[in-house]
């Protein structure tokens, strides 16, 4: 049940960035400073469930992996100090920061790169969590092959 739940949340929490990343993309893009707006907005205020959900994924992937050591695991764990960091250090400031300039009405120079950063760093935490959502199903299914979980 708690792999179940660590899926579950790890999974949100994927599709979460995904949902930002691609609402900013398609507003900066295709929409009006109005929509991009609210799209920074919102962002903003998501943030405040966000963030608790990936605590939640990092803490519950710590607690089922205490005492293993599985190379599938190491890869996990090299990868969530990364994923963390660059949650942390880039993109909370900087959708804090897309947001006040966005509601300012400010789309200078300034802006437009923070954005590039975040772009980036929003696809590298994709590309992060892709693969660690990609080896918990692969180790899921070895244990499932060992008979240590049920379908």
Same mark, same amino acid.
């Given at each position: 049940?708690?792999?179940?739940?660590h899926?579950? %949340?790890?999974?949100?929490?994927?599709l979460?960035?995904?949902?930002?990343?691609?609402?900013? !993309? %398609?507003?900066? !893009?295709?929409?009006?400073?109005?929509?991009? =707006?609210?799209?920074?907005?919102? %962002?903003?205020?998501?943030? #405040?469930?966000?963030?608790p959900?990936?605590?939640?994924?990092?803490?519950?992937?710590?607690a089922?992996?205490?005492?293993?050591?599985?190379? #599938?695991?190491?890869?996990?764990?090299?990868?969530?100090?990364? %994923?963390?960091?660059?949650?942390?250090?880039?993109?909370?400031?900087?959708?804090?920061? !897309?947001?006040?300039?966005?509601?300012?009405g400010e789309?200078?120079?300034?802006?437009?790169?923070?954005?590039? =950063?975040?772009?980036?760093a929003?696809?590298?935490?994709?590309?992060l969590?892709?693969?660690?959502l990609?080896?918990?199903?692969?180790?899921?299914?070895?244990?499932?092959?060992?008979?240590? =979980?049920?379908?």
């Amino acid at each position: 049940m708690r792999a179940k739940l660590h899926g579950l %949340i790890g999974s949100a929490a994927w599709l979460c960035i995904a949902g930002f990343w691609s609402s900013t !993309l %398609i507003a900066e !893009l295709f929409l009006s400073p109005a929509a991009v =707006v609210t799209v920074k907005t919102s %962002i903003a205020w998501s943030l #405040l469930a966000f963030v608790p959900l990936m605590i939640a994924t990092a803490g519950s992937g710590f607690a089922l992996a205490a005492g293993r050591s599985e190379p #599938l695991l190491a890869g996990k764990r090299r990868r969530m100090p990364l %994923i963390g960091a660059n949650g942390l250090l880039v993109l909370v400031p900087a959708a804090l920061y !897309l947001q006040a300039k966005a509601v300012a009405g400010e789309f200078d120079t300034a802006f437009y790169v923070v954005q590039g =950063v975040e772009l980036l760093a929003g696809a590298l935490n994709l590309w992060l969590i892709g693969r660690s959502l990609r080896d918990g199903l692969r180790l899921r299914a070895q244990a499932r092959s060992r008979g240590f =979980v049920s379908a």
